[in-house]
């Protein structure tokens, strides 16, 4: 299955791998889940995932970043406008996932408006469509 994952499933998946972000990466690291990203989208993961705010350890966000890199199909959407977006950061998100004809894995659904033409799919709702096929 294709999905671009949200930034903040990183972030839950960093803090409690226990969760479903962390079995998002999970599902990612064992080739069952395979992340759509656009340099864009890394550069995010990059930008956030080293807030020093988050207090992650270096080699625990570089392994993450180098699995998303590398077990991702990388992808190069055109940009798209959309308006009343409550954050224009996550345009890049929406436009990889209409390239890849894929949903989106996010903990912030409300982030994502249904006119969007995406699928939203929360880590939980992402796990039992892997494990139900």
Do not use: W
């Amino acid at each position: 299955m294709l999905a671009v994952v949200d930034t903040n499933v990183l972030v839950s998946a960093l803090i409690n791998r226990h969760g479903s972000p962390g079995l998002v990466v999970e599902k990612i690291r064992t080739l069952e889940l395979t992340p759509v990203v656009s340099v864009e989208i890394l550069d995010e993961y990059a930008e956030v995932l080293r807030r020093a705010r988050f207090g992650f350890a270096r080699q625990q966000v570089d392994e993450l970043l180098s699995d998303m890199e590398g077990l991702a199909q990388p992808i190069r959407p055109a940009p798209i406008r959309l308006v009343g977006l409550p954050h224009v950061d996550d345009a890049i998100f929406i436009a990889a996932a209409l390239a890849a004809a894929c949903p989106i894995v996010t903990g912030n659904v409300r982030h994502f408006p249904p006119d969007a033409g995406v699928e939203i799919l929360s880590p939980a709702a992402c796990i039992a469509r892997l494990v139900t096929g």
